[in-house]
């Protein structure tokens, strides 16, 4: 098991991988490469990769517990057994076929605005936040499913993405719009 | 307009170079060696070449102008890469292009990273050859 976490910095992730304990490789991506490279839309996001590199699933929404469950109505355990028999060996992998239905590839819209994220998150590494803003919002604007994007800069521009009113007014326009919450591939 | 020093960034860096920038026009034009540097698109004599690789000379017409200089926008857009662009921070960052990324995930691929952990170790996915992996993303927002 590797995980990975979109954050501004190492300090960031650290109280929350402090926390965890983990003996796995915990590891902090700051300029949000995995999303990049795996496009990654929101988090949770999960992959199964086999012996030989290859993704066995693409990428979907998975919980490490249920402590969310009233909120997001996805049973976490569901998960945890499908991923147990694969492991174990005991279930075979799933069809490529069957996979391809599933999967989200990244459009040149997409692209692009995870340049403009990339180059707002550039320029506020080196200070110039405010000169940030304006690529965080081209970037929301050409791609307002990416969350990584719009919930992931929030930070980044000052704003609470925990709950403060812009994120309200954010989710809420998702919402409304018919946005997807979650990417879950049935078993 | 006028020279400025300009960054040209992408995922694994950033470049300084010198360019010149027409801020109204909103265009960055770079010499072949500012290319080369930022890039990684060498000038040779059959056209714009990186490896095996190369861009013939009669594809750069409007990309390249007379004064040896090419067009940023234009140069990025022929590579078929996302290009975001703050003029006034003299800084642009090149991305990948979405048929370079969809194609190896439509083949099942994993890319391989590298990434650290909290001690600065860096780990990379390509390490774990030989095992299943399962990969969680996260973030604390």
Redo the contacts between chains.
Sequence with gaps: ???????RT?E???E???AAHPTH?????T?W????????LN??????????????R?GET?F?SNVFQEFTGVDATLHHAV?RA??RGDTPPPK?EA??AY?D????A???A???F??GR??WEHE?AD?AVP?FA?GERLAPDQW?IW??S??MQGLD??GGPEFMQKMTAYIERGGRMRKIIPD | MGTHRFTV?Q?DG?VQVDAEVDAPQRSVRLRADAVQQSLGWERKDQGLCRGDVCIPSRSLEGIEGDDGRFDLHRLVELLE??????I??N????????SD??AR??R??????A????E?RV?S??E??????????????
């Design positions: 098991m590797i995980t990975v976490g979109f954050e190492v960031d992730a650290r929350w991988i402090e490789p915990s590891l902090i991506d300029t490469m995995v999303a990049d490279l795996y496009n990654v988090v949770p996001t999960v992959f199964w990769i086999d012996e030989t590199g290859s993704l066995v693409p998975a490490g991923l694969w492991v490529r996979m391809r999967q590839l990244p459009s040149v997409d692209q692009q995870r340049a403009e990339s180059l550039w320029l110039m000169a690529h081209a990584t919930r992931g929030m930070r993405p925990m | 960034i995922a950033a890469r996302p290009l975001a662009v703050d006034d921070a800084a642009a960052f090149v991305g990948v292009g979405a990324r969809a995930l439509a099942f691929e994993a890319p391989d990273f990434l650290p952990d909290l600065g780990h996915l390509a774990h050859r030989g095992k299943k992996v399962f990969l969680a993303t996260w973030a604390s927002w």
